[in-house]
């Protein structure tokens, strides 16, 4: 089993399959982790919270961007095992 740093859970609102309310949780989620002492580590996280918060607020919000965001997330996370992302 992996040793995550982190943990961000969304089992809260993942299967509400709303995008903009599962971005702006993320966006909250990432700003509460604690800051990472690798410098790329830590500015990936606070630019992946800023996009997320934009997400959030985009009324025009599509899958493919919603996804697209994931996927960097996720990349992010896997970086060093730097946070799971668990969504059930």
């Known amino acids: 089993m992996a040793n995550w740093k982190n943990t961000i859970d969304l089992t809260d609102v993942w299967e ?13 989620r990432l700003c509460n982790l604690s800051p990472y002492t ?3 580590v830590e500015y990936k996280r606070l630019d992946l919270a800023e996009a997320f918060k934009d997400a959030a607020l985009d009324e025009d919000l599509n899958v493919h961007a919603f996804n697209s965001l994931m996927s960097e997330l ?13 969504t059930f």
């Open 16 to 28: 509400s399959e709303d995008a903009r309310l599962i971005a702006g949780a993320i966006a909250t």
């Open 38 to 40: 690798d410098e790329e």
């Open 74 to 86: 996720y990349d992010w996370g896997d970086n060093d095992h730097s946070c799971w992302i668990q």
